[in-house]
């Protein structure tokens, strides 16, 4: 088979399409041949160096895929050869075929086309599981979604919506925020132009957000807390604005305020399989009513991923970006 390999850190030329040996499935694995998978952030730090694969987990990028089971190991129940699914992965995806943790696996939802749904589970995963699981978001609080142009984004106000969330968003550019405002964001932050502080503020009538997904980390530590609503949840899920930063515990303490740190990739696989079960429970059905679906930026062939990731760091899209295996 073929994958995009890393054969030296570096920048997206680093990405080369070469032949590999195919994988094959252990206890309790199943193979799948890929039709699509998905651009992330975490794949750039990869190829940068700046973020390793799990140990046993594959050193291919790539930490979602669709396409169909071509094989099962010992030990699984409840898959069959040919079924069409999409999975969160350790690493892998850039490839044309990837082995997956049984308990990773999702059934494509109603409506979705096969390699569409390759934009769905690293985004519904750390949604659902950032969001609600940590969050407890519930229906009426806001919700403040720094990056609302992103695959994240984008999930984040279509599944919030849903489930009768308000939902603030900071993005950059008039452009990004009118496609947030069609997936039914209500509190529109240009962050370029405004302070997301004082917008947050002015739109709740100074209570805050209940609960902040952030990806941008140290930069904005302090202004999320200062967004914040008394009992408010702080989840912090990316550092493209840095790692270290100061936190005024007294400004946290008087909001009587949670800040959560999580990251997918390295967790173990029972806690990522309880993860894929939620998201397969509670996101899955509005999947299927049409009330969330995956929004792709674009796609391209899986030879050209060193293209998609040039689009990703430019941060000019909106939604996911999709890579298409030879065979799609």
Request: negative net charge.
């Amino acid at each position: 088979m073929h994958a995009i390999t890393i054969p030296e850190p570096g920048g997206p030329e680093a990405l080369v399409w070469a032949e590999v040996p195919d994988p094959v499935p252990g206890e309790g694995e199943v193979l799948v041949e890929v039709v699509a998978s998905a651009v992330n952030r975490a794949d750039v730090l990869q190829r940068q160096g700046h973020y390793d694969p799990p140990p046993g987990s594959s050193t291919y990028p790539g930490l979602e895929c669709a396409g169909r089971v071509a094989a099962l190991g010992p030990g699984v129940t409840g898959w069959a050869v040919g079924d069409e699914v999409c999975a969160l992965l350790a690493g892998g995806g850039y490839a044309e075929k990837v082995v997956v943790p049984a308990g990773q696996l999702l059934p494509v939802p109603a409506g979705v086309p096969l390699a569409e749904a390759a934009a769905l589970p690293e985004v519904a995963c750390t949604v659902w599981s950032n969001v609600f699981m940590l969050g407890r978001l519930t229906a009426g609080e806001t919700l403040l979604l720094h990056g609302g142009g992103s695959g994240i984004g984008t999930m984040g106000i279509q599944v919030a919506k849903a489930l009768g969330a308000r939902v603030a968003v900071t993005a950059g550019g008039p452009e990004k925020l009118a496609r947030c405002a069609e997936l039914g964001a209500d509190i529109l932050i240009d962050y370029r132009e405004q302070d997301f502080v004082a917008e947050i503020r002015k739109a709740t009538d100074g209570a805050g957000a209940d609960v902040i997904l952030d990806i941008v980390g140290a930069k904005y530590l302090a202004q999320n807390v200062k967004a914040l609503a008394v009992n408010g949840r702080l989840a912090v899920i990316g550092m493209q604005g840095g790692v270290k930063a100061e936190l005024n515990i007294g400004a946290l303490l008087s909001k009587r305020g949670t800040i959560t740190a999580t990251s997918l990739r390295a967790r173990p696989r029972a806690e990522k399989a309880a993860i894929v079960a939620a998201v397969r429970e509670n996101v899955w059905p509005l999947v299927a009513e049409g009330r969330v679906r995956p929004i792709v930026d674009r796609t391209l062939p899986m030879a050209e991923a060193a293209e998609a990731h040039r689009v990703l760091e430019s941060s000019s899209h909106v939604g996911k970006i999709l890579l298409l295996a030879p065979t799609a």
